[in-house]
């Protein structure tokens, strides 16, 4: 249901934007007047908010973008960039030359114009299977699966499951075949084009072992799929679902995503200190937040100090 307007949405927004803002200064007030080295983490989610619901409008070439747009819609994540930087000047005045100001985001943004339907991949190569496929509109939630002829499916964004012996509830696959099988839809995925337009639909492919380390390494997704800019998993994968068609537009407000090839959406890091490398990444900010403070990281944390 599209509850808000874009506009009623810009306004909501404001109000939670503003209250952020409040709560920021008394923070930093409060962290200001304390004597001892301390850390002072604030999270703005308004960046975030507004490039998923906004994202459409100022993108041209996204199939639920309106040719009239307003020229206010069209610029209001621009607009919005122009808010924190406004933010992260007053902060800077705000502090004392001893003490460091680090800005950082977690991710950046796509268009999400075309949905994926992995499942429907799946079953398209012959790893999933359906009871009834005349009935597939019905099944969601993984329903309707037939598990005894099913090697492989998908639910969530990003995240495709192997259907291993013992570790699923009617596994089929032995776990002496789950690595190579992994490997088989890895691959198969890689090659995985829009038909009508011969365009990539996933240009990140990740098998678990290589990303994920410890004892809890079984319970992770077998593959991880990263789309290509445009795409991103369906609405009908995150619910375990298998429509029949494999491409389809994206007609939702939430037009702007990250849940795609990690490559194409970098995050952004700025620091009042000097840095020493050129580039990182998450694991690298926290272990230089510890080791500014003297902390030796656990053995188990992966990561180098930036400054």
Known sequence: AHILSPREFITQSELVLDERRRMFRYELDRFRDQQAKRLLFFYFSSIDQRHHMLYRQMDPDHPFHEKDTPNDLATAIRTTYEEIDELVGWTLEALDKDTTLIVLSDHGFAPFRRQANLNTWLEQHGY??????????????????????????????????????????????????????????????????????????????????????????????????????????????????????????????????????????????????????????????????????????????????LF
Request: charge should be negative.
């Open 128 to 305: 999933l299977k359906l009871k009834d496929p005349y009935n597939r509109d019905l099944y969601e939630w993984l329903k309707g699966i037939d598990w005894s002829r099913t090697r492989a499916f998908a639910i969530g964004l990003n995240s495709l499951y192997i259907n291993v012996r013992g570790r699923e509830k009617h596994g089929i696959v032995e776990p002496s075949e789950r690595a190579a099988l992994a490997s088989e839809i890895a691959e198969g995925l890689r090659a995985w084009k829009e038909e009508a337009t011969g365009a990539p639909v996933v240009s990140q492919v990740v098998l678990r072992e290589h990303v994920y380390h410890g004892r809890h390494v079984d319970e992770a997704p077998d593959v991880l799929v990263g789309y290509a800019r445009g795409y991103r998993a369906s609405w009908a994968t995150t619910t375990g679902k298998v429509p029949a068609t494999l491409i389809e537009d994206n007609d939702h407000e939430w037009s702007g995503d990250h849940c795609i090839d990690s490559r194409e959406v970098p995050g952004v890091l700025l620091s009042s200190r000097l840095l020493i490398a050129k580039e990182g990444n998450l694991r690298d900010a926290t272990v230089s937040i510890l080791a500014y403070f003297g902390i030796q990281a656990p053995s188990q944390m992966q990561g180098r100090p």
